[in-house]
């Protein structure tokens, strides 16, 4: 069965959005992966069909209601649905790569996208939602959050991308960033290419090619560096 994602949302018009094109849009022409989304505001049971109140113990924003969302998320995915449900929150464990092959890997997930203030804390407990974060800055809603985390997973999914060799060496794959990119033409105003890339010398090349993927890493992500030497005693 291929990866599905089911979006819960205030505003499933958002969906797939930027995932329609390119490289996502042709996987999901294929079938290599599936979404679909669910209208919270349709769980909603009075004629105004709200699905926030004021947050107990006062001051600004609302909250979204957890008895409404919970019943969003019954109908999306029952007991024995064996996806993984995520809250997009900016708590929650930061997304990375790792994060997104682990997703790729499995049979899909149940995506919630708050807004407002956020969702009221009993559904998170109750429904086990995974807090996950992209990043730490305050979006207006989960929705943008979902559809990057989505874009990160689906270009693992097998047969989505076409080079798979160039996954590989990514940053974050290796553990650290990636080198820098040339291509034609050999001067671009007053600029030539390293010579040691069209030398042809393909084992200098890879050695170039992780001494400035390490220097970069040094340079610009002190975290990723010390990860990466504590993962690996040939580096000096
Ligand atoms: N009051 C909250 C922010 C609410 S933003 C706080 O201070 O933590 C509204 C919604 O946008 C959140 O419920 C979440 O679903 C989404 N969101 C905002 N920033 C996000 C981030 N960095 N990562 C994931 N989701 C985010």
């Avoid at 708050?114 to 407990?125: L, P, T």
């Amino acid at each position: 069965m291929a990866f599905k994602a089911t979006i819960l949302t205030l505003y499933p018009d958002m969906f797939p959005g930027p995932l329609g094109q390119s490289l996502s849009g042709r996987a999901l022409e294929k079938g290599l992966w599936d979404i679909e989304t669910s209208q919270i505001r349709d769980f909603a049971a009075d004629k105004h069909r709200s699905v926030d109140d004021t947050p107990a113990g006062g001051g600004a924003g609302m909250v979204l209601r957890a008895d409404i969302l919970a019943k969003a998320i019954d109908a999306a995915a029952p007991v024995e649905d064996p996806r993984p449900r995520i809250l997009m929150s900016p708590r929650g464990k930061p997304f990375t790569q790792a994060k997104a092959h682990q997703l790729a890997e499995g049979p899909g997930a149940v995506i919630v996208c708050g807004r407002f203030e956020g969702v009221d804390q009993r559904v998170i407990e109750t429904r086990q939602l995974e807090e996950i974060s992209i990043g730490d800055y305050i979006l207006s809603g989960g929705e943008i959050g979902a559809i990057t985390m989505l874009d990160a997973i689906v270009r693992l999914i097998p047969g989505v991308m076409g080079n798979m060799e160039s996954a590989d060496t990514e940053s974050f794959e290796t553990g650290l960033l990636e080198h820098p990119h040339y291509t034609r033409p050999a001067e671009f105003e007053g600029l030539t290419i390293p010579d040691v890339l069209t030398s042809g010398n393909h084992k200098k090349i890879h050695e170039w090619r992780l001494a400035e993927a390490e220097r970069l890493t040094r340079e610009r992500r002190s975290d990723l560096w010390y990860a990466y030497m504590a993962d690996d005693d040939d580096v000096d």
